[in-house]
């Protein structure tokens, strides 16, 4: 029931700031501080709970949804989710403060949409009934649509229609491959049901796996984005407000990440085997063409949104490399990327609203103004290089371990990003802070609401680099069941007997 | 005719007689006030006179109208979506120069036709429904008659009109031809002399079907649509596009169930939707004219529904209910949105004409917003499970060139949708707009409250879809004919229903045969404990060998399918058989099972179709 009111909390929350914000711009955000607020101490409060011996589920709730279906709200959390729900809440509650003072036309109908993207990313981690997963997956996008155009710079409808298309269109695939699913457990003597736990056991002939599994993989790799599927995001990132920036970046490339290790490999094991030569090296491809490109911008939004594709292809190799290892790099990767990520958004998003502008050729020698920006900026960008100490370090260090003993190829050329990521990252700072000064006048330092927000993600980032085992304890178990999936259940003989 | 066939033909009679009512108060000449309120009132109580008449059925009202659950679903439908076009209309018409009382009559009139459409199970019922409903049509199209678009409008709906009943015509005369039968049912059964009628059957339903792809404007047959729903008045082309889509889909569907449209029409319903898909899609994409753009967009979306249409089986009818279901609010949103815009004697149709409308008017825009978001089936629209719908059923017939256009058809669709989202997005520019009459407000709210509901919360209507299927009067193409309450309460008895037929021969190419088996278990909600397995053998006939790939033998228990048939409520399983080269197999279904406290009847069929190579 808790994690129902997890989702229903944003909801409420949404509808609420969107009223309240018709009448005092002021009250939708606090409204919506209130409810994420809320949220997170309730979701941290889940960190106590561990599974019971043989309990896959932290937390479990199911309820009738449409029966004629077989379809439920089946809702659960375990240690794959959990960090990914806690992420969620951080960025949504960074997502509000940052837009306090950007975001001045519609607050409310802005915080409406926003609370709505996010019930919909905690919707897609918390799923346990595909039809449901379905739902929610395309519930965040229309908001997130908005966001950008609505709120977003010069280019947002552009960006907007592409954004929605791409993932659209992928996300229609999806649907047919998850109603080819459920028809073929039908068809093996089963009832229709969209119940993830049942459809575990599905057998199928490879042929079918491997159509079913593409109808998947297309949605997860446009989100992702896997390389040849990325020529959304860069416009998206760009152009989306810095809010939108941070939940595009931070959350909705992590549920590709998270729906390729919940649904991806576990339904699909043999399937997935077959396409992790191909898998592993569009990882590669993009880890090492997402950070040329990063070099090649002048735009400081385009470039950080370049970095993200190199760095979920960190993800596409941890997720393909076959091992557990790697599966928790890649995890750690999705939680070290959205801190990140975010915070460098953020950043963008700063010095936007001070400069005017996002051009990097407009910047430099900042530091002398805003030395605390400046320090923050610079831990955030090296954190995006993988030094060790950061969490990113962490999360890399583990996919390229992992991915080394069964593709050493792999893992030398994906190395290779980790030197590019180094260059990029302090090439950022260098052109942003130092060198000569613009043209500008002088520029403020950070805000006490604006410290705090970098401050909270670079301690967190910080916390995982140093102390990374309980989050890797926390997922062991639901990441152990990725590769080695329960045994399956029989599939029951028709029923005789009348329910 | 008993005092029970005018109970269950209660709607249509309080709707008959609400038309006269109207005309006599027209005639009086007492104001459009009254006549909007005569004709409110009889769609009310034909609305309210359902579930009386949902006493005593299913049941044939003479050979030509059938009451049974889904008749009624779909009446209430047609009443339903022409309350909310009066509803919607009250301001447009009155701020009309002409005497807008004749609208009121004409669209009860054609609401009359919808309703007799939605009963029909005759030939004679089917033409005099559509003609009834068309001159309607043509009425309320050209009504405001000094203006010159709607004027064109009409004719050209009255010219492709007569064109489309004259192909109905002579489609039902080739299948009297052939079968001797004017009933949906007898079409279903071939004559003796298969042979020879077989082609003309066929042939006779093809016209028929093209007779009712004209109204539905399917591609090939769609050229009026886009000038009809631009040139009419708004709360016209809110009534062509709800009312009669929702009225010719009922029969179409109930033609399409009694004939076994997709094993006998397949090639020719795929091309249709294909085609209708692409074509509607593709047409709307560039249309700077909102009503244009939704007349594409419908003709795109009556394709959609043709690729349940193509299915067999349970799955399809309710996928096709369920659609149209969905379909009829939203497009009354998006029409209502544009009735209320629109002050005569231009309709707002410009595109530009609604920037920046959800700044402006944050609930008609937010409701265009939500009706087109259905449109383009996104979740927690009505529209997201109608299509959910269809995905299902072309999955469980695995119709992928169908699958294939649906795919590329919603994303074409989205784009157009999404262009007229930004447009309401855009920057306003103060500009008066006329306001929403309360009534219209309500209705509004009403619609875009369903949609929203529906969509969260499908289970209730799904219910209702699945009970009224259940209750038709005709369960298949080959049933036991009608079922009819018999009254007496049969025990609890094992009964076995065996159903025999020759198989065609081979074709040479053809590597395996599919064949359907229905079986049907009829019964009063809440029957408990009954099973039935489907089952079917070939049986060598004389002087053939049966070939290998099919377990020839005496084992009629081999279940199909392993779809169990539980509860009183279940019914028209359908289990797929694969036939290999067995020339001239008799084929017998059989049905197992129990009959209990409340089941009247258990029967098995079955069909042929040729399995897509």
Same mark, same amino acid.
């Given at each position: 029931?808790?994690?129902?009111?997890?989702?229903?909390?944003?909801?409420?929350?949404?509808?609420?700031?969107?009223?309240?914000?018709?009448?005092?711009?002021?009250?939708?955000?606090?409204?919506?501080?209130?409810?994420?607020?809320?949220?997170?101490?309730?979701?941290?409060?889940?960190?106590?709970?561990?599974?019971?011996?043989?309990?896959?589920?932290?937390?479990?709730?199911?309820?009738?949804?449409?029966?004629?279906?077989?379809?439920?709200?089946?809702?659960?959390?375990?240690?794959?989710?959990?960090?990914?729900?806690?992420?969620?809440?951080?960025?949504?509650?960074?997502?509000v403060? *940052?837009?306090?003072?950007?975001?001045?036309?519609?607050?409310? #109908?802005?915080?409406?949409?926003?609370?709505?993207?996010?019930?919909?990313v905690?919707?897609?981690f918390?799923?346990?009934?595909?039809?449901?997963?379905?739902?929610f997956?395309?519930?965040?996008?229309?908001?997130?649509?908005?966001?950008?155009?609505?709120?977003?710079?010069?280019?947002?409808?552009?960006?907007?229609?592409?954004?929605?298309?791409?993932?659209?269109?992928?996300?229609?695939?999806?649907?047919?491959?998850?109603?080819?699913?459920? #028809?073929?457990?039908?068809?093996?003597?089963?009832?229709?049901?969209?119940?993830?736990?049942?459809?575990?056991?599905?057998?199928?002939?490879?042929?079918?796996?491997?159509?079913?599994?593409?109808?998947?993989?297309?949605?997860?790799?446009?989100?992702?984005?896997?390389?040849?599927?990325?020529?959304?995001?860069?416009?998206?990132?760009?152009?989306a407000?810095?809010?939108?920036?941070?939940?595009?970046?931070?959350?909705?490339?992590?549920?590709?990440?998270?729906?390729?290790?919940?649904?991806?490999?576990?339904? #699909?094991?043999?399937?997935?085997?077959?396409?992790?030569?191909?898998?592993?090296?569009?990882?590669?491809?993009?880890?090492?063409?997402?950070?040329?490109?990063?070099?090649a911008?002048?735009?400081?939004?385009?470039?950080?949104?370049?970095?993200?594709?190199?760095?979920?292809? #960190?993800?596409?190799?941890?997720?393909?490399?076959?091992?557990?290892?790697?599966?928790?790099?890649?995890?750690?990767?999705?939680?070290?990327?959205?801190?990140?990520?975010?915070?460098?958004?953020?950043?963008?998003g700063?010095?936007?609203?001070?400069?005017?502008?996002?051009?990097?050729?407009?910047?430099?020698?900042?530091w002398?103004?805003?030395?605390?920006?400046g320090?923050?900026?610079?831990?955030?960008?090296?954190?995006?290089?993988?030094?060790?100490?950061?969490?990113?370090?962490v999360?890399?260090?583990?996919?390229?371990?992992?991915?080394?003993?069964?593709?050493?190829?792999?893992?030398?050329?994906a190395?290779?990003?980790?030197?590019?990521?180094?260059?990029?990252?302090?090439?950022?700072?260098?052109?942003?802070?130092?060198?000569?000064?613009?043209?500008?006048?002088? *520029?403020?330092?950070?805000?006490?609401?604006?410290?705090?927000?970098?401050?909270?993600?670079?301690?967190?980032?910080?916390?995982?680099g140093?102390?990374?085992?309980?989050?890797?304890?926390?997922?062991?178990?639901?990441?152990?069941?990725?590769?080695?999936?329960?045994?399956?259940?029989?599939p029951?003989?028709?029923?005789?007997?009348?329910? | 005719?008993?005092?029970?066939?005018?109970?269950?033909?209660?709607?249509?009679?309080?709707?008959?007689?609400?038309?006269?009512?109207?005309?006599?108060?027209?005639?009086?000449?007492?104001?459009?006030?009254?006549?909007?309120?005569?004709?409110?009132?009889?769609?009310?109580?034909?609305?309210?006179?359902?579930?009386?008449?949902?006493?005593?059925?299913?049941?044939?009202?003479?050979?030509l109208?059938?009451?049974?659950?889904?008749?009624?679903?779909?009446?209430?439908?047609?009443?339903?979506?022409?309350?909310?076009?009066?509803?919607?209309?009250?301001?447009?018409?009155?701020?009309?120069?002409?005497?807008?009382?004749?609208?009121?009559?004409?669209?009860?009139?054609?609401?009359?036709?919808?309703?007799?459409?939605?009963c029909?199970?005759?030939?004679?019922?089917?033409?005099?429904?559509?003609?009834?409903?068309?001159?309607?049509?043509?009425?309320?199209?050209?009504?405001?008659?000094?203006?010159?678009?709607?004027?064109?409008?009409?004719?050209?709906y009255?010219?492709?009109?007569?064109?489309?009943?004259?192909?109905?015509?002579?489609?039902?005369?080739?299948?009297?031809?052939?079968?001797?039968?004017?009933?949906?049912?007898?079409?279903?059964?071939?004559l003796?002399?298969?042979?020879?009628?077989?082609?003309?059957?066929?042939?006779?339903?093809?016209?028929?079907?093209?007779?009712?792809?004209?109204k539905?404007?399917?591609?090939?047959?769609?050229?009026?649509?886009?000038?009809?729903?631009?040139?009419?008045?708004?709360?016209?082309?809110?009534?062509?596009?709800?009312?009669?889509?929702?009225?010719?889909?009922?029969?179409?569907?109930?033609?399409?169930?009694?004939?076994?449209?997709?094993?006998?029409?397949?090639?020719?319903?795929?091309?249709?939707?294909v085609?209708?898909?692409?074509g509607?899609?593709?047409?709307?994409?560039?249309?700077?004219?909102?009503?244009?753009?939704?007349?594409?967009?419908?003709?795109?979306?009556?394709?959609?529904?043709?690729?349940?249409?193509?299915?067999?089986?349970?799955?399809?009818?309710?996928?096709?209910?369920?659609?149209?279901?969905?379909?009829?609010?939203?497009?009354?949103?998006?029409?209502?949105?544009?009735?209320?815009?629109?002050?005569?004697?231009?309709?707002?149709?410009?595109?530009?004409?609604?920037?920046?409308?959800?700044?402006?008017?944050?609930?008609?825009?937010?409701?265009?917003?939500?009706?087109?978001l259905?449109?383009?089936?996104i979740?927690?629209?009505?529209?997201?499970?109608?299509?959910?719908?269809?995905?299902?059923?072309?999955?469980?017939?695995?119709?992928?060139?169908?699958?294939?256009?649906?795919?590329?058809?919603?994303?074409?669709?989205?784009?157009?949708?999404?262009r007229?989202?930004?447009?309401?997005?855009?920057?306003?520019?103060?500009?008066?707009?006329?306001?929403?009459?309360?009534?219209?407000?309500?209705?509004?709210?009403?619609?875009?409250?369903?949609?929203?509901?529906l969509?969260?919360?499908?289970?209730?209507?799904?219910?209702?879809?699945?009970?009224?299927?259940?209750?038709?009067?005709?369960?298949?193409p080959?049933?036991?004919?009608?079922?009819?309450?018999?009254?007496?309460?049969?025990?609890?008895?094992?009964?076995?229903?065996?159903?025999?037929?020759?198989?065609?021969?081979?074709?040479?190419?053809a590597?395996?045969?599919?064949l359907?088996?229905?079986?049907?278990?009829?019964?009063?909600?809440?029957?408990?404990?009954?099973?039935?397995?489907?089952?079917?053998?070939?049986?060598?006939?004389?002087?053939?060998?049966?070939?290998?790939?099919?377990?020839?033998?005496?084992?009629?228990?081999?279940?199909?399918?392993?779809?169990?048939?539980?509860?009183?409520?279940?019914?028209?399983?359908?289990?797929?058989?694969q036939?290999?080269?067995?020339?001239?197999?008799?084929?017998?279904?059989?049905?197992?099972?129990?009959?209990?406290?409340?089941?009247?009847?258990?029967?098995?069929?079955?069909?042929?179709?040729?399995a897509?190579?």
């Amino acid at each position: 029931v808790i994690l129902a009111l997890l989702i229903a909390l944003l909801f409420v929350g949404g509808v609420a700031a969107g009223v309240a914000g018709r009448w005092r711009p002021a009250a939708a955000r606090w409204i919506s501080l209130a409810a994420l607020g809320a949220d997170l101490v309730l979701a941290a409060s889940f960190l106590g709970l561990r599974t019971a011996a043989g309990d896959e589920w932290i937390l479990e709730v199911s309820w009738p949804w449409i029966p004629r279906f077989g379809a439920s709200i089946h809702l659960g959390l375990d240690g794959l989710s959990l960090p990914l729900v806690l992420l969620t809440l951080v960025l949504g509650l960074v997502s509000v403060l *940052v837009s306090w003072k950007e975001v001045t036309r519609h607050v409310g #109908f802005f915080h409406f949409n926003l609370l709505f993207v996010l019930a919909g990313v905690l919707g897609v981690f918390l799923s346990l009934d595909l039809l449901l997963f379905y739902f929610f997956w395309e519930l965040m996008l229309v908001p997130m649509y908005l966001l950008i155009a609505i709120w977003g710079h010069e280019g947002r409808l552009r960006a907007a229609v592409q954004f929605f298309l791409f993932t659209q269109a992928s996300g229609l695939l999806m649907l047919i491959s998850i109603l080819g699913l459920v #028809f073929v457990h039908a068809q093996g003597g089963g009832t229709w049901t969209f119940d993830y736990e049942v459809l575990l056991g599905t057998s199928f002939s490879p042929t079918v796996g491997l159509w079913l599994l593409l109808g998947f993989l297309a949605a997860f790799a446009v989100k992702l984005p896997a390389v040849p599927l990325h020529t959304w995001l860069p416009d998206a990132h760009a152009e989306a407000p810095t809010a939108g920036s941070i939940v595009l970046a931070g959350l909705l490339l992590k549920t590709g990440g998270y729906g390729l290790l919940r649904l991806g490999l576990p339904l #699909f094991p043999d399937a997935s085997r077959v396409v992790a030569p191909v898998a592993l090296t569009l990882g590669v491809v993009g880890i090492l063409y997402g950070a040329l490109l990063a070099f090649a911008q002048t735009d400081l939004k385009r470039m950080v949104a370049y970095t993200s594709v190199s760095h979920m292809g #960190f993800v596409l190799v941890g997720v393909y490399a076959g091992t557990t290892i790697a599966l928790n790099g890649a995890l750690f990767q999705m939680i070290c990327h959205g801190l990140s990520t975010g915070g460098l958004f953020a950043v963008a998003g700063l010095l936007q609203e001070r400069l005017h502008t996002r051009e990097l050729e407009r910047m430099g020698g900042l530091w002398q103004h805003a030395p605390r920006l400046g320090g923050l900026t610079l831990v955030l960008a090296l954190a995006s290089l993988g030094l060790p100490g950061l969490g990113n370090f962490v999360a890399e260090f583990l996919v390229l371990f992992g991915a080394f003993r069964g593709w050493p190829a792999v893992a030398s050329v994906a190395a290779l990003g980790l030197v590019a990521a180094a260059v990029y990252s302090l090439w950022l700072v260098q052109r942003v802070f130092y060198g000569t000064q613009s043209e500008k006048a002088p *520029v403020a330092d950070v805000s006490p609401r604006e410290a705090f927000v970098l401050a909270t993600l670079v301690a967190g980032l910080l916390w995982l680099g140093i102390r990374p085992q309980p989050l890797l304890d926390g997922a062991r178990p639901a990441l152990e069941a990725v590769h080695a999936p329960a045994p399956a259940p029989q599939p029951s003989p028709p029923e005789v007997v009348a329910r | 005719m008993t005092g029970a066939d005018l109970v269950a033909l209660l709607p249509l009679l309080v709707l008959v007689a609400g038309t006269l009512a109207t005309l006599v108060v027209v005639s009086v000449g007492s104001g459009h006030g009254r006549a909007a309120m005569a004709t409110g009132a009889t769609l009310v109580l034909a609305l309210a006179s359902l579930p009386l008449a949902a006493w005593d059925t299913p049941r044939s009202v003479t050979p030509l109208l059938v009451v049974d659950g889904l008749s009624l679903l779909f009446l209430g439908l047609v009443l339903g979506a022409s309350l909310a076009v009066v509803l919607l209309a009250g301001r447009y018409l009155e701020g009309r120069d002409e005497r807008p009382e004749e609208f009121d009559v004409l669209l009860l009139l054609a609401t009359v036709g919808g309703g007799v459409l939605a009963c029909s199970r005759h030939a004679a019922t089917l033409f005099l429904g559509i003609e009834t409903l068309s001159v309607g049509l043509y009425g309320l199209i050209a009504y405001p008659r000094r203006r010159r678009r709607p004027l064109e409008a009409g004719l050209k709906y009255l010219l492709l009109g007569g064109a489309s009943s004259a192909f109905l015509l002579l489609g039902v005369a080739l299948a009297y031809a052939a079968t001797g039968r004017l009933d949906f049912a007898g079409w279903g059964t071939p004559l003796p002399s298969t042979a020879e009628a077989l082609p003309l059957v066929t042939g006779g339903l093809a016209l028929v079907v093209a007779g009712l792809a004209f109204k539905l404007a399917l591609v090939p047959f769609h050229m009026w649509t886009g000038d009809v729903y631009a040139g009419a008045p708004a709360p016209a082309s809110a009534f062509v596009a709800s009312v009669s889509k929702a009225a010719v889909a009922a029969v179409l569907l109930r033609l399409s169930l009694a004939i076994d449209a997709p094993a006998r029409l397949a090639s020719a319903l795929i091309l249709l939707a294909v085609a209708s898909i692409l074509g509607g899609n593709l047409l709307a994409l560039r249309q700077q004219d909102l009503k244009r753009l939704l007349a594409y967009s419908s003709v795109a979306h009556l394709g959609y529904l043709l690729v349940a249409l193509d299915v067999p089986g349970p799955l399809a009818a309710e996928a096709v209910t369920f659609y149209v279901a969905a379909y009829v609010p939203t497009i009354l949103v998006a029409f209502g949105v544009v009735s209320v815009l629109s002050s005569p004697p231009e309709d707002a149709q410009d595109l530009e004409t609604y920037r920046g409308l959800l700044w402006r008017r944050p609930w008609l825009g937010g409701s265009l917003v939500v009706s087109l978001l259905s449109l383009a089936g996104i979740p927690l629209t009505a529209g997201f499970i109608g299509k959910l719908y269809v995905v299902a059923a072309g999955i469980s017939g695995s119709r992928w060139v169908l699958l294939t256009a649906l795919v590329v058809g919603s994303v074409l669709g989205l784009y157009y949708y999404l262009r007229v989202i930004v447009v309401l997005l855009g920057t306003a520019e103060a500009r008066a707009l006329p306001r929403a009459s309360l009534a219209a407000s309500v209705a509004l709210v009403v619609l875009v409250g369903l949609l929203v509901g529906l969509g969260a919360v499908p289970a209730p209507l799904q219910g209702a879809i699945h009970a009224a299927l259940q209750a038709r009067a005709e369960p298949g193409p080959r049933g036991r004919g009608d079922h009819v309450r018999d009254g007496h309460e049969p025990q609890a008895r094992p009964v076995r229903s065996d159903h025999d037929e020759t198989a065609q021969p081979v074709l040479p190419h053809a590597a395996s045969r599919l064949l359907h088996v229905r079986v049907g278990l009829h019964g009063d909600r809440g029957a408990s404990h009954h099973l039935a397995h489907a089952a079917v053998a070939p049986i060598p006939s004389p002087g053939h060998e049966a070939h290998d790939d099919v377990a020839v033998g005496d084992d009629p228990h081999r279940p199909v399918g392993g779809l169990p048939l539980d509860h009183g409520q279940g019914g028209g399983v359908v289990g797929h058989h694969q036939l290999g080269h067995v020339p001239n197999a008799r084929i017998r279904c059989a049905a197992d099972g129990e009959l209990g406290h409340d089941v009247t009847d258990l029967h098995a069929s079955s069909s042929r179709t040729l399995a897509a190579p």
